[in-house]
């Protein structure tokens, strides 16, 4: 094995650092393996497969998990992933070293376009090039496919001057939706209540496109599938969310839980929204909302409308929870799909409910760290503070637990998550 080290000892942008297993059949370039941290999974998996697995980041070498540099052949270092030139010039280098690129991902939303163009740049034949991103980052366009397959989803306007936005909000009614047509999670996401929040909205217009959406009422469930040829699913997976947008604005307690069973319905829109888009070779996360009233042209209360469509993981440690609810190791199943196109997943694993609390800076609890561990210690997997950027949708410390009730789980929520009365 052979490691290189500059001769100070310090990484510098552009210096290739690492080891050449070889013989391995596969390429894969893993855009930012650093983060999510999920990332290090996929990477340990693809590895042990025998993939090649080449990663660019701009996390310093010295600053990556051992299980991480393990399971890399080879890191290379840069500035700044935002500087295309030179995530442009590390994949280059990967070709002229191990040849023709098989897969180049980042699991990650943020940086898709960037894979895009990456892929078409190298024509590289697995996943979305260029021509075709638009349709999965900009949820404006996002809708037309989704009307134009008949799948249930919302009434949307893009933004453009505030009497349009009147038409639009005296059709639909109040609340509304807005949020960036292009954007990650919740991020810039806004509930608009009435007239005042509307004009105070247009006061302070972004600059960046946005759309306005008619709002449904209900918790959002996602269609999770790790897809294979002809967009097939090898393995489907749901969780369920309290409304996020609320949790953002009001700095709220964070929970929600996931199970191993998909609804007949959410499943059968999710195939069909999967080979609307073209979803091949993929881990996608596609999100509902479970309405809980009546809407016209949408549904019946209990039925499912699309919101949006990712072409990447759950985020956070959602992967995580989907392999505690169902007993299996769903990292695997993709490093299987990657390799064979196909995925051999035991039969018969014990199922459960995994939960997800999580607790916010600035709230007093009633329960400390230690009576939690007390009360739910055996359930309990995973305990951890998760990273800063992560704070505002995922919440800072988290407590994660599976049970085999969804009662069980519902006292757990309330136990973490209760806030002492203040006084």
Wanted: net charge negative.
């Amino acid at each position: 094995m052979n490691v290189m080290y500059p001769a100070d000892d310090s990484v510098q942008p552009g210096f290739k650092r690492r080891f050449n297993k070889g013989g391995c059949a596969l390429n894969y370039v893993f855009i930012s393996p650093a983060y999510p941290v999920t990332c290090t999974q996929f990477c340990d998996r693809l590895n042990r497969h025998g993939v090649n697995v080449l990663g660019i980041g701009d996390v310093p070498y010295d600053a990556l998990n051992d299980q991480l540099k393990q399971a890399l052949t080879e890191y290379y270092y840069v500035d700044s992933l935002e500087d295309y030139d030179q995530v442009y010039r590390a994949v280059a280098f990967f070709i002229h070293k191990y040849g023709r690129i098989d897969w180049l991902e980042s699991l990650n939303e943020y940086w898709l376009p960037v894979d895009a163009r990456l892929r078409t740049d190298f024509n590289i034949a697995v996943g979305t090039r260029e021509d075709k991103i638009g349709d999965l980052v900009r949820k404006s366009r996002m809708k037309r496919i989704f009307i134009d397959s008949g799948i249930p989803t919302a009434r949307q306007h893009i933004v453009s001057d505030l009497k349009a936005a009147k038409a639009f909000v005296k059709k639909v009614g109040y609340p509304v939706i807005v949020k960036p047509d292009i954007g990650v999670g919740a991020n810039g996401t806004m509930k608009i209540n009435g007239e005042d929040e509307l004009l105070a909205f247009y006061s302070e217009l972004p600059q960046t496109p946005y759309v306005m959406e008619e709002f449904l009422s209900g918790d959002i469930c996602t269609y999770d599938a790790i897809l294979g040829a002809d967009c097939e699913p090898l393995f489907e997976s749901m969780c369920t969310y309290p409304p996020v947008i609320d949790s953002v604005q009001n700095d709220e307690s964070i929970h929600f839980y996931t199970v191993a069973d998909v609804p007949v319905q959410l499943r059968d829109f999710g195939r069909k929204a999967a080979k609307a888009f073209g979803a091949d070779r993929r881990f996608v996360h596609f999100e509902f909302i479970n309405i809980t009233k009546d809407y016209t042209g949408i549904g019946k209360a209990g039925s499912y409308a699309i919101m949006e469509v990712n072409m990447r993981p759950a985020g956070g440690h959602d992967p995580d929870m989907m392999n505690y609810a169902q007993s299996l190791d769903v990292f695997d199943i993709y490093a299987q799909m990657v390799t064979t196109d196909s995925a051999d997943i035991p039969e018969a694993a014990e199922h459960y409910v995994c939960a997800y609390a999580a607790r916010k800076d600035g709230v007093h609890y009633t329960h400390t760290p230690e009576e939690i561990m007390d009360r739910y210690g055996s359930a309990i997997v995973m305990q951890e503070e998760m990273p800063p950027i992560d704070w505002p949708s995922m919440g800072r410390y988290v407590y994660m637990a599976k049970f085999k009730e969804i009662s069980e789980m519902e006292e757990y929520f309330r136990f973490v998550l209760e806030a002492a009365a203040e006084g």
